[in-house]
C-alpha cells in the first residue's frame, strides 16, 4: 500500500518562498512509470494540478505556473518536493501530493493514491 504524507510550513508571508515535502512509503518514486504530482485546492475552488515530476525524473508544469515552481526529488529519501516562489494571497490552498500512473493532469481518475492534504496560508 502506497502512502504519501506532506509536510511543511502551513503559514508563508507573501512574496516567500512555499516549500513543502512528500514522503512516500510501501513503493519507491524511480519505479515504473509513474507520475508523482502536486494539486491544490483553494478555498471554495476546484483541484488545480500543480505540476509533476516522472520516475525517471523528468518534471512537468502546469503552464499558469510554471514560471514559479519547481519540483524536485530526494531519491535517497523517497522524497518529492515542491517551490512555489512569489507567493500571492491566492496562492492560499490545500496543498496535495499524489501518484498517477500517467502524466494524468486535471484528469483526476488517473490519480490511485493521494497525500491527506496540508492548508498553506499566505499572510503576512
Known amino acids: 500500500q502506497v502512502q504519501l504524507q506532506e509536510s511543511g510550513p502551513g503559514l508563508v508571508k507573501p512574496s516567500q518562498t512555499l516549500s513543502l515535502t512528500c514522503t512516500v512509503s510501501g513503493g519507491s518514486i524511480t519505479a515504473n512509470y509513474d507520475y508523482w504530482s502536486w494539486i491544490r485546492q483553494p478555498p471554495g475552488k476546484g483541484l488545480e494540478w500543480m505540476g509533476a515530476?516522472?520516475?525517471?525524473?523528468?518534471?512537468y508544469y502546469s503552464p499558469s505556473l510554471e514560471s514559479r515552481t519547481s519540483i524536485s526529488r530526494d531519491t535517497s529519501k523517497n522524497q518529492f518536493a515542491l517551490q512555489l516562489n512569489s507567493v500571492t494571497p491566492e496562492d492560499t490552498a490545500v496543498y496535495y501530493c499524489?501518484?498517477?500512473?500517467?502524466?494524468?493532469?486535471?484528469?483526476?481518475?488517473?490519480?490511485?493514491?493521494w497525500g491527506h492534504g496540508t492548508q498553506v496560508t499566505v499572510s503576512s
Open positions: 499524489a501518484r498517477g500512473q500517467g502524466l494524468g493532469g486535471s484528469s483526476w481518475s488517473e490519480y490511485d493514491y
Open positions: 515530476i516522472a520516475a525517471s525524473g523528468s518534471t
